[in-house]
């Protein structure tokens, strides 16, 4: 199938939306697909994957306290509209296409076979709930929703008056299976994880010092490996002096080194207090076959399965979560069969796993084109000096799904 | 003077716009009707493939004789219902299936795979019968502005209604492939 992906943010800036594109894309090229990215590129220099076309530079706009780097004008719009034109894709997939960016021109000047992931789980989004009638006609022509997380999906039906199917993120499981640890790592005297931001308090690593403190004491050799990025001087400073040294800080960790750490702790913690719609770090650690403890937030019970796949505690309580990791630390039996049923787990959010599902919905929306099983641009009307091309008939305002309505 | 283009440039204005409603209108009904083709070629699926197994089934004995019949006979109707009777036709379906397929078991790879196309078939259903209904909303509300109704915009296009259904698969089959979308 040749499959169109349109990425709304930077290809050389990491996100979690392009990482999303990026993903799919190469798991949909495993599986024998064809496929292009359009995508905004902000450094010429930068080397692309063969299969990224860019569509030019982005602008920084200003939004609620952050920057979000927003590509659109004549230049990306005339690029979208050729990207298309050369494409001739069978499925034309938006990511984000409810932001103000390449996604949504591309979605104004296409037709056929569309689909659309809806990254965004802002329930009270105030600009989504005032752009949505201005945004109405164009989403229209989106014939498969996806969302990536419940809580997408519950943003969907809020502000867009629509549903959407629900396809999670996925992960890559083989490359976290089999790292080397650290040197020195685990250890014997028993080593926990902890990965994300750390001084985010909804990541809350607070809950996992105060419970390391109670285990510690008794525990001469029980160790924490921290990584991500903030102030480190925060965390040692909660902890009381004679803790200090066996939390170790990584800071901020590449992509490439995370197999790596999760493979060096004997218990992955994710001790968050809200706020994460999806859990692919346990998803992670599940696929390096590192045991998971974390809190009973409704995305994570999800993803463990209940809580047969990892260890879940109560949101929030250091105390709880003591006992669950010292009932696992002097356990290793059970350690060892809860990281057997994460890792069998894990395989079904393998992106191989996801892009097939994406693929039954590319096929469905494909069924409702008979006649027209390629996408095509529509004829724009700036662009008329543009030379006649043989491959795009100009037609109608119904566009290819005239045939399937009359 | 600058009355006259006053009243034509919003004459000119009004006639664009209602061109484009009207536009939108007709793309909308189109993708309804394609999203429903779509629902229908699944459904047609799922059925195919609960006959499969149900002659599967009897064929191995692996059913009562009463359930195997009850399946087979709600596949056959459900692949020949017309529209007035199709959903519940369909929901039969559903409700056999949810009763067959959890007492058939894996036994061999013939049965596995007849359950994978079951388990994909079935799946699909979910997929389009969403999508069919979320062009059904969209269309509904456009359908409903003033405008659209005091001037018959729709044209003679009747008003599309809503699939409803229980789709939701056997656990026995999401099992098969948990990573499907729901």
Redesign the interface.
């Known amino acids: 199938m040749k499959v169109g992906l349109v990425c709304p943010y930077p290809w050389d800036v990491p996100g979690g939306v392009m990482a999303h594109v990026r993903d799919l894309a190469e798991a949909l090229i495993a599986a024998g697909h064809e496929v292009s990215v359009l995508a905004p590129v902000d450094d010429d220099e930068e080397p692309l994957p063969p299969y990224v076309v860019p569509a030019g530079r982005t602008v920084p706009v200003r939004y609620n306290g952050s920057v979000a780097r927003l590509v659109f004008g004549p230049i990306s719009a005339r690029r979208a509209r050729r990207w298309l034109r050369d494409g001739q894709f069978d499925v034309l997939h938006l990511h984000s296409p409810e932001t103000l960016s390449l996604s949504l021109i591309t979605l104004l000047q296409a037709s056929g076979p569309i689909v659309a992931t809806f990254h965004s789980a802002n329930p009270r989004s105030r600009v989504l709930a005032a752009a949505s009638p201005a945004l109405?006609?164009a989403l229209?022509?989106i014939?498969?929703?996806?969302a990536v997380s419940a809580a997408a999906r519950r943003t969907i039906v809020e502000h867009l008056?629509?549903?959407?199917?629900?396809?999670p993120n996925g992960v890559h499981v083989k490359t976290f299976v089999g790292a080397e640890p650290m040197p020195g790592w685990p250890g014997t005297g028993g080593a926990l994880g902890f990965l994300g931001r750390i001084d985010e308090p909804r990541k809350g690593l607070s809950v996992l010092l105060d419970a390391f403190s109670r285990l510690a004491q008794g525990r001469p050799g029980l160790r924490l490996l921290v990584a991500g990025p903030g102030d480190g001087d925060e965390v040692r400073a909660a902890l009381p002096a004679n803790l200090r040294d066996r939390v170790v800080l990584l800071g901020l960790i590449s992509e490439e080194d995370k197999p790596r750490f999760y493979a060096s702790v004997d218990l992955y913690v994710a001790p968050n207090i809200g706020g994460e719609s999806f859990g692919i770090v346990l998803l992670e650690a599940m696929a390096a076959g590192t045991p998971v403890v974390a809190s009973d937030l409704d995305a994570f019970r999800r993803v463990l399965d209940d809580g047969r796949a990892g260890k879940l505690f109560p949101i929030g309580d250091p105390d709880a979560l003591a006992a669950t990791l010292a009932g696992l630390l002097d356990d290793p039996t059970r350690r060892e069969a809860l990281a057997d049923r994460g890792a069998a787990r894990v395989a079904?959010?393998?992106w191989s796993?996801?892009a097939?599902?994406v693929l039954?919905?590319y096929?469905?929306?494909r069924?409702?084109?008979?006649a027209h099983p390629t996408h095509r641009a529509h004829p724009v009307r700036e662009e008329p000096a543009e030379p006649a091309d043989p491959t795009i008939a100009p037609r109608s305002?119904?566009?290819p799904?005239?045939v399937?309505?009359s | 003077m600058l009355n006259v283009v006053a009243v034509v440039s919003a004459v000119v204005l009004l006639a664009t716009y209602l061109t484009w409603l009207a536009g939108r209108l007709d793309r909308l009904h189109a993708r309804t009707d394609g999203a429903r083709a779509s629902l229908d070629a699944q459904l047609v699926r799922r059925a195919a493939s609960a006959m499969a197994v149900a002659e599967y089934a009897v064929a191995a004995g692996l059913l009562s004789v009463a359930t195997a019949r009850a399946l087979s006979s709600a596949a056959r109707v459900a692949s020949t219902a017309g529209v007035a009777e199709r959903e519940s036709a369909e929901n039969d379906l559903s409700r056999s299936l949810h009763t067959a397929v959890p007492l058939l078991g894996q036994r061999d790879a013939d049965l596995r795979g007849l359950l994978a196309d079951l388990a994909a078939a079935c799946s699909h259903v979910v997929l389009a019968r969403r999508f069919y209904n979320d062009a059904v909303r969209d269309t509904r509300s456009v359908r409903r502005r003033h405008l659209v109704r005091w001037l018959r915009l729709s044209g003679h296009a009747p008003t599309p209604g809503y699939f409803e259904i229980d789709d939701t698969p056997t656990t026995a089959l999401t099992a098969l492939d948990p990573a499907q979308p729901t």
Do not use: C, F, N
């Open positions: 109405q006609p229209e022509k014939q498969g929703r996806i008056h629509g549903d959407a199917v629900l396809i079904a959010y393998d796993a996801v097939r599902s039954g919905v096929q469905t929306v069924m409702a084109h008979p305002g119904a566009g799904r005239a399937a309505g």
